[in-house]
């Protein structure tokens, strides 16, 4: 059993990757909604509350479920104009793996926004 008093879990390398996103002002949200439609409903209230946001990143409980079956946690993410999801979207994306990345996180990713981030090795051990 892993032993997380002393071991940095991937659940902590995401919220870390989280805080780092919303100073980049990307809306990072954990757990938003059960499905995606309800995840850009949350997407939506949280835009509206805060024009700084410049995009969002979240996944949805359906994500977590996946994870805890091994299945890996994908991510969704788009521009705060869903206009400018196929020319602004990559680039919230990119900055999500960047993030991911330095908190030691892998994720995969085509580089386009039809397809959501995954980071297929997630192990989900919240604390």
């Known amino acids: 059993m892993l032993d997380t008093r002393t071991t940095d879990t991937d659940c902590d390398r995401l919220v870390r990757a989280f805080a780092a996103l919303r100073l980049r ?3 990072a949200m954990h757990s ?3 499905t995606m439609a309800q995840g850009l409903e949350d997407v939506d209230q ?5 024009p700084a946001y410049i995009g969002y990143c ?3 409980g359906q ?3 996946r994870a805890m079956a091994g299945e890996g946690l994908y991510l969704a993410f788009g521009p705060r104009d869903p206009d400018l999801e196929e020319s602004e979207g990559p680039a919230i994306g990119h900055m999500i793996v960047e993030e991911l990345t330095r908190t ?3 994720p995969t990713w085509d580089g386009t ?3 959501r981030i995954l980071i297929e090795s997630f192990d989900w051990h919240a604390r």
């Open 32 to 34: 938003a909604g059960d």
């Open 25 to 27: 002002d990307v809306a």
């Open 46 to 50: 949280v835009l509206g509350e805060s």
């Open 63 to 65: 994500d977590v479920e």
């Open 58 to 60: 979240f996944y949805h």
């Open 113 to 115: 926004f039809d397809q």
């Open 104 to 106: 030691g996180l892998t």
